[in-house]
């Protein structure tokens, strides 16, 4: 859903922002600019049959995945999409956009990515924590030395958990998201680099000229493809390290520190994701073995994609239709091989299973002019990925277990719930950081956002230094619903090592997605709707002034509206 994104935990705590476009095609034949497009092929279709069919209608392929039947073209003939439509061998075709977006700062610009790219260089020739000490607070050290700052682990046991299982490295954790940094020490242990992959390309701005990306040449490689070990953004690392950062004596543990994390990048450095990148990494991860993939945004050039809202034009549904299909072919691809795949439930503080006013889509301009605009959503519409079949959909809890005041929800939408952070959880509705989530962030990033000082010392409440020696992380308070997706998933991880079977074929381990989710739900610590079920959430913000929201939840103990199955619980989970 929304790049199920984050609410950062930064100072200005703003909530995550929605994701990109969608737009009719034109309908005059002739020449034109190039312009891709994503064209879905029919189901049972000969892929060979679907690219004779592009190229007559004036397209080139530039990527294809055969086997969902879904290709990246570009084609100078203005009347393309139309052409293409009465082919027997396709099924869609719709403009290639984005999907899903980050929170507005948490956005790289190209002054970000040039000092990352600087600090990357910097890294190979010098070791890190020059200088500097653990931000310790009077902490107390237990089996991390920052342990103590994350609630979120005792709140579903994981760290009680630990002494039944702690992950087993044959099990593969997918996260599609951002990148990860493979480099970060409370993360490198656990990294599989060779089975990493990046399936997106840079793109420096929108058909606006605003910037996106940024410039090309500030990536560490010179390229517009980042190496599989880097993260611009800070997202995916944070999502890697809360399910898989290992007990090292190093900061943070993960929720299954022993289980191996293969970056499958499907988002921009921007936050943007795209159809053909989300795809191809769920295909990828069905065929190298993933266990687990944990994807924390929505997939979309709208927030919600509908087949006949009378609010789109018929060119607009066609596209919303192609999106659906080729994500749920995706899903079913991967899913069939294995793949146990989490969700966010999405940060836009609206219950799903109502009719809701969509004011943000689409966001990303894939046509000169190309703005947001105000439509009804209908229940028949679907977030992408939260609510497409085979997929568990998380909603977020705070520190005191009530649903967060970000957090949208919905009866039989959510699956379950998990730990996402809520700084405004407090007695007296206040403000505190500590109350997000924390997890490893790039170094990289820390010194471009100037977050650290000179000697390496954190300079803003939301960032944690912690070292080993001469080896030092640093850490992010974060809060949203793609905090409490990984922490889920980590439990799902655990699951698969202490309950899956060995996979001859491929090594590691495996188990059926279906038993997983049955078991992640069955071992849920059951939650009810609030009593009254209307709850009004009340936020004091720094400003001084004070917001209030009402959410309504529907159910009763064993399934509802804001909790599902209940919060996920590790121990209960793997400590029979």
């Not at 909530?15 to 002739?30: I, K, R, S, Y």
């Not at 517009?224 to 690392?237: A, I, L, R, S, Y």
């Amino acid at each position: 859903m929304k790049r199920l994104t984050v609410v950062a935990a930064t100072a200005a705590m703003v909530a995550a922002t929605l994701a990109t476009p969608a737009q009719a095609e034109p309908a005059a034949a002739g020449s034109a600019a190039q312009t891709e497009y994503v064209v879905l092929f029919r189901e049972g279709a000969a892929a060979a049959d679907a690219q004779k069919a592009i190229e007559a209608a004036g397209g080139s392929v530039i990527k294809v995945n055969t086997d969902v039947g879904l290709a990246t073209v570009s084609s100078a003939n203005a009347g393309f999409a139309d052409a293409l439509r009465g082919s027997a061998a396709i099924e869609g075709v719709a403009r290639n956009q984005s999907i899903g977006s980050v929170p507005d700062d948490a956005k790289a610009s190209a002054a970000v990515k040039k000092a990352v790219a600087q600090a990357a260089k910097n890294q190979a020739v010098e070791k890190e924590g020059r200088g500097g000490g653990r931000f310790t607070w009077g902490r107390s050290v237990k089996d991390e030395p920052l342990a103590d700052l994350q609630w979120d682990m005792k709140q579903i046991h994981a760290d009680q958990a630990h002494r039944f299982e702690q992950g087993d490295k044959g099990v593969l954790v997918g996260i599609l998201d951002t990148g990860v940094d493979g480099s970060h020490p409370d993360i490198a242990p656990n990294f599989d680099r060779r089975l990493s992959r990046n399936f997106t390309v840079d793109l420096p701005a929108d058909a606006d000229g605003t910037e996106i990306d940024g410039p090309c040449d500030s990536d560490p490689d010179g390229s517009c493809t980042d190496p599989n070990d880097v993260d611009e953004n800070g997202h995916g690392t944070h999502v890697a390290s809360s399910i898989a950062s290992p007990i090292n004596k190093l900061g943070v543990s993960g929720v299954a520190p022993k289980v191996t994390i293969v970056n499958l990048r499907a988002g921009q450095d921007s936050g943007y994701f795209f159809l053909q990148p989300t795809v191809d990494a769920l295909t990828y991860a069905g065929k190298i073995g993933v266990d687990v993939v944990n994807m924390s945004y929505y997939v979309d050039p709208w927030l919600f994609n509908c087949a006949d809202n009378p609010a789109d034009s018929p060119e607009e549904q066609a596209q919303q239709r192609l999106y659906i299909a080729a994500t749920q072919r995706a899903i079913d691809y991967a899913h069939a091989r294995g793949v146990t795949i989490v969700s966010a439930a999405g940060n836009e503080a609206i219950d799903y299973t109502k009719t809701n006013v969509d004011s943000g889509s689409p966001d990303f301009a894939g046509f000169p002019g190309q703005a947001p605009r105000e439509r009804t959503i209908p229940p028949s519409c679907v977030s992408l990925p939260s609510e497409s079949e085979h997929v568990i959909s998380v909603s977020a809890t705070g520190v005191s277990k009530r649903k967060t005041y970000y957090s949208s929800y919905g009866n039989h939408y959510v699956d379950v719930a998990s730990p996402g952070g809520d700084v405004y959880d407090t007695p007296g509705n206040t403000r505190d950081i500590s109350k997000a989530t924390l997890a490893a962030y790039p170094k990289a990033l820390a010194v471009a956002n100037g977050e650290i000082d000179a000697n390496g010392d954190p300079t803003v409440e939301y960032v944690v230094k912690d070292c080993k020696g001469s080896t030092c992380g640093y850490y992010q308070y974060l809060q949203g619903t793609s905090m409490a997706s990984p922490r889920a998933a980590g439990v799902a991880a655990l699951i698969v090592s202490r309950y899956g079977k060995r996979d001859r074929a491929r090594g590691g381990l495996t188990l059926d997605p279906d038993k997983v989710e049955a078991i992640l739900k069955a071992t849920a610590t059951r939650t009810p709707c609030p009593n009254p079920p209307a709850f009004t959430y009340t936020r004091i913000l720094p400003s001084g002034s004070t917001v209030t929201a009402t959410h309504t939840c529907e159910g009763g103990p064993w399934d509802n509206g804001f909790y599902g199955r209940g919060i996920v619980d590790a121990l209960r989970a793997v400590g029979r």
